[in-house]
């Protein structure tokens, strides 16, 4: 008897339509992050009675952001979760091979657009996490920069951004749009420079990438993320604090 192939789920435009769930996702997302940068400095104070240390007080802000908006991101994108993870359950050995490989191409890439640009400059964003990873345990930033953070702005980036908004405007200018933005969300706060923006610029256009060559399939986008930022922690983790520290302050 022959075997009966398995396809993948038929694409379903329903899942592309902006929702309730989807404008109060990006709405608590940018209140929150209004809220921190108008009000972070007079809770401060505060923070710092309640963490052990700035680090600590860094990673509960942290927390609580992602948490929120992360349960919210799930709520909104549950169907797209489920649709996509069977869709990449019938290729199995498609996902296990390409995710490192996109992770891999996504840091050559990185590499040769920041030496393409004269050299890099570590971000605010960027210095932040590290503070974080060296005064916090890995049990408790893992789930937060591996698990959490990737699915928020996957969601928001390449979900909201690409999946969604193309219905109503050009593909490729919301490719653009979403590998911008992205970037400079990362950077803003200490000012959009060039040095500073080029290697988000780069995971982000390496993101954008993969979600639109998989069809817009969100959690192969989320993978790539994923394995990112857990190749970064574990990188750092692996590091001593004072070779990290020489190696942040070595400019190209």
Known sequence: MATQRRNPPAPQPELYR?????????????GLLAFIAVAGQLLLPLLRQLAPNPAAASYSVNLVFYGSVGILALLAARRVVARDLR?????PWFTLVMVPAAVIVMMIFTAVVVAAGGGVETSQNQASLQAIMQRVPAW??????VLVGPFVEEYL?????????????????CCALSTVLFAALHVVRQGITLPALL??????????????WTGKNLMFAYFVHAAKNLLAVVFIYALPPELLEQLRQVQP
Do not use: E, Q
């Open 87 to 91: 869709v990449l359950a019938t290729r």
């Open 18 to 30: 902006f929702s309730g769930l989807d404008f109060g996702t990006v709405g608590l997302y940018f």
């Open 199 to 212: 290697p988000y610029l780069a995971m982000g256009a390496t993101l954008v990438f993969v979600y639109v």
């Open 140 to 145: 408790l930033t893992a789930p937060l920069l």
């Open 157 to 173: 980036f390449r979900h909201l951004l690409i999946g969604k908004l193309s219905r109503r405007v050009n593909l490729w200018l």
